[in-house]
């Protein structure tokens, strides 16, 4: 009874379209049906795409729970019964847990530091005049598109002679100086905090210091968390530094830990090998998930502000 | 009023102390390793230019630049073509898609991972006898044996450019779609009024606004893209297997150092790979906007 006048109700209101101006409109329900073909197909492939961007990560969940003999045997998309098994194989060899919370103590480290010492900086080159200023700005723009390889035989051989090979601090100190992070929060600074602000404040009796943690801070804060989050992703998935620094397994991070991985007894077992992946990546999931609209306006601000 | 002005230099003071000597001081050394027969101990005796007339000569070296080439080109031209063409449906005023936020996100999702786990992940799905990837084009029909993805040059490179793509055509999306967003939809409107077709209006209108958008893409992904490594090291034996076909620029420059102590010739990789970055970013940005400048002077 109800389809039915569902159905009717639709004929009706063709016809009442039809109706007063028979001659336009047939052309123009075929357009809008072939602009809803061209539709469903595009949502199609875009889906496909989604498909094809998702399934390197489905295939490493499923074959993370599977043993070895089974991902051997063919590839099935039910998940196996041997996650707790492939976890201890590989505790056996690699502590992955350990990789990561060095990962995450660097990442925290060098995300505050850079943070910080970044926003210093910019608050220095903003807003006061002094000998040199422009010159020291240019310097550091220039160095900015310097890449990180160039110096990297001195850099190891500098961390050689201060006894600091094998420990964390090449890894964390010299981003205290991150020209980019400067460059970005200078612009910002300049265009959201006004001088008479300052001035203000200066007039209150406050010390130079007291100013910008209780003023600039603040206002900086939003493009502080912008350039974090590419901070953090950045040292988080850094390889070839730590690769060059750290010799103590125990000390790997967690990009470090998964080469050594591919060289050890682990590798064996591609169920292992499939769950050290899962757990290396998973977490970043997660936190992508909730943080996906976020890091996704951030991107687009970094490249259209410049 | 007191002069507060030389507080500025205290304010810029740590940034400095350590610039000069965790980023200024290591390229100058190595600049001056590369003149040097240095090998990780013991003097380094100065050599002159011999090691970049080494570095002109040697075949591994001239190989690794065209491999780099190779797999980033392949890469990009996919790269930024997905990017344009998703952006273009994204943004078609007529066609009024839904889940802009939900796509764009997963199309991002394989860039945040970290590249040791994407290139560990690949080497294994790729395997020719147990990966999945074989075993599911089996199952399917598409192809009748195992392909041997990672011992063939030319299909290494190929995968290696596909994977790349895979993890940054996303990354290229959201950058091209703010572009486009930052579009005035006047001229859009103005088009629709003039009968411009979707082509038209693309080639006329969205492409030449688009430029320094896609100039910024273009410049980034350069120098990111000359600097490959961690996947290509890891996907395979770490020397650039197969062939020699994966052995990309930084990687030979990881190599010489550290694997065979050649810090001398390899200080001297380093600054051959710096002068070709500069060179080609120079490139891009003279073919992107020297063309501008003699049609501005031409009006």
């Known amino acids: 009874m109800l389809g039915k006048t569902a159905v009717e109700k639709e004929v009706q209101f063709e016809e009442e379209v039809k109706d007063p101006n028979p001659g336009v409109l047939p052309q123009e329900t075929k357009e809008k049906n072939k602009s809803k073909i061209i539709k469903s197909i595009i949502y199609i492939v875009l889906t496909l795409m989604a498909i094809i961007c998702f399934i390197p990560f489905l295939m490493m969940l499923v074959n993370a729970t599977r043993s070895n003999e089974a991902i051997l045997s063919g590839f099935t998309l039910i998940p196996g019964t041997a996650l707790m098994e492939n976890y201890w194989t590989m505790m056996e060899y690699v502590n992955i847990w350990t990789g990561f919370k060095n990962s995450l103590i660097i990442s925290v480290l060098v995300t505050v530091l850079s943070g910080y010492f970044s926003a210093l900086t910019a608050y220095g080159f903003a807003f006061y005049t002094f000998k040199g ?12 598109m310097v890449p990180g390889q160039l110096g990297l035989i001195g850099f190891y051989e ?3 002679n201060l006894g600091i090979l094998d420990t964390y601090i090449p890894l964390i100190v010299p981003t205290i100086a991150s020209p980019f992070v400067v460059f970005f929060l200078r612009q910002y600074i300049q265009t959201t905090l006004h001088p008479s602000l300052i001035e203000a404040a200066r007039i209150d009796g406050a010390s130079e210091f007291k100013i910008f943690h209780t003023v600039a801070i603040p206002i900086m804060m939003p493009a502080v968390a912008t350039m974090s989050i590419f ?3 950045g040292s988080w998935n850094n390889y070839i530094m730590p690769l060059v620094i750290l010799f103590s397994p125990e000390k790997y991070t967690l990009p470090v830990l998964m080469g050594f991985l591919k060289g050890s007894q682990v590798a064996q077992n591609l169920g ?8 290396s990546v998973v977490p970043i999931m997660i936190a992508f998930l909730f943080l996906s609209k976020y890091i996704v306006n951030s991107i687009s601000a970094g490249s259209v502000k410049e | 009023m007191k002069n507060v002005n030389k507080y500025g230099y205290f304010f810029i003071a740590p940034f400095w102390i350590i610039f000069l000597i965790f980023s200024i001081y290591p390229v100058a050394l190595t600049f001056y390793y590369s003149f040097t027969n240095y090998t990780g101990s013991g003097v380094a005796e100065v050599v002159g230019l011999a090691n970049y007339k080494r570095l002109f000569t040697d075949t591994y070296f001239v190989e690794a630049f065209f491999n780099t080439w190779k797999i980033w080109g392949i890469n990009f031209i996919l790269q930024i073509g997905l990017a344009l063409i998703l952006a273009l449906i994204f943004s078609d005023m007529r066609m009024k898609l839904r889940g802009l936020a939900f796509f764009r996100s997963i199309f991002y999702l394989p860039n945040l991972i970290t590249i040791s786990s994407v290139a560990l992940l690949f080497g294994i799905l790729l395997d020719w006898q147990h990966g999945s990837l074989n075993m599911i084009l089996l199952k399917i029909g598409l192809i009748s044996e195992p392909i041997n993805w990672l011992n063939e040059p030319t299909t290494a490179q190929l995968s290696v450019s596909l994977i790349l793509t895979w993890m940054w055509f996303g990354h290229s999306f959201i950058v091209v779609m703010a572009g486009v967003s930052g579009i005035s ?6 088009a629709l009024i003039d009968g411009a077709n979707r082509f038209q209006t693309f080639t006329k209108i969205t492409l030449p606004l688009l430029k320094p958008i896609l100039l910024y893409i273009m410049i980034t992904s350069l120098i990111g893209g000359l600097q490959l490594f961690d996947l290509p090291m890891l996907i395979t034996d770490g020397i650039g297997s197969p062939d020699g076909s994966l052995n990309t620029m930084v990687l030979y420059l990881y190599n010489q150092a550290f694997k065979y102590n050649n810090y001398g010739y390899a200080s001297a990789v380093a600054y051959g790979l710096f002068v070709i970055t500069l060179i080609f970013s120079a490139i891009v940005f003279k073919g992107m906007y020297g063309k501008e ?5 031409q009006v």
């Open chain 1, 231 to 233: 901070t953090f992703i």
């Open chain 2, 185 to 190: 939809k006047d001229y859009y409107e103005a």
């Open chain 1, 272 to 279: 292992s090998m499939y769950l050290g992946i899962a757990i």
């Open chain 2, 293 to 297: 400048r003699k049609q501005a002077r």
């Open chain 1, 158 to 160: 500098l961390s050689k």
């Open chain 1, 133 to 144: 200023k422009n010159f020291l700005f240019v310097f550091m723009l220039v160095m900015m």
